[in-house]
């Protein structure tokens, strides 16, 4: 699988979930991009986020296709609720992957930490998960008893979704 942006090969890392399990994103050593399959970005921790922004080297750019480097969709902008409208996200209408150039996963993962502290500090219950997750495929029941104070669970500060 090739980058998006600039054309590189992808590696094929494995994350930690919030959740204990593993999964496997594919990272552009370059430019710093990471390609997560639908609903994986829900999956990680924000330290996850922040540990794979910081694994780009600097090498060769090329010029990259725009297109998904799983299924070859042309990848397009994603707007929603749960995306601030500085954050710029690229979602594949055919297979739903998600593509984050360097450093925008880490402004999604903080937006989404915000967000979701804000709500459990006044107590305000969330109108929909998608209000904080990118729509996919995703378990969500360790996120909601971390997110309602449920003993023998962690609270929920970095979008911590199983």
């Known amino acids: 699988m090739n980058c998006p942006k600039c054309g590189n090969v992808l590696i094929s ?14 990272l ?12 994986e970005v829900n999956r990680i921790t924000k330290q996850d986020a922040d540990r794979l922004s910081n694994t780009h080297t600097h090498g060769t ?9 799983k299924c070859g969709a042309s990848l397009e902008r994603y707007w929603g609720e749960s995306v601030p409208s500085d954050v710029y996200v690229l979602r594949c209408p055919d297979c739903s992957g998600t593509w984050f150039s360097h450093d925008e996963l880490q402004k999604f993962k903080d937006a989404q ?10 107590k305000i219950p969330l109108s ?3 209000s904080v997750l990118i729509p996919g495929a995703f378990c969500c029941v360790d996120w909601l008893n971390a ?11 970095n979008g911590n979704i199983c």
Not at 28 to 39: A, K, N, P, Q, S
Not at 61 to 69: E, I, Q, S
Not at 113 to 122: D, E, G, P, V
Not at 147 to 157: C, E, K
């Open 13 to 26: 890392k494995t994350v930690k979930t919030a959740a204990s399990g593993s999964i496997e994103v594919d």
């Open 28 to 39: 552009c050593e370059t430019c710093g991009g990471v390609y997560f399959d639908r609903g």
């Open 61 to 69: 750019m090329h010029d990259g296709t725009n297109h998904c480097p």
């Open 113 to 122: 930490s915000a967000k979701i502290n804000y709500f459990r500090t006044w």
């Open 128 to 130: 929909s998960l998608s």
């Open 147 to 157: 997110y309602r104070g449920r003993p023998g669970t962690q609270p929920t500060t």
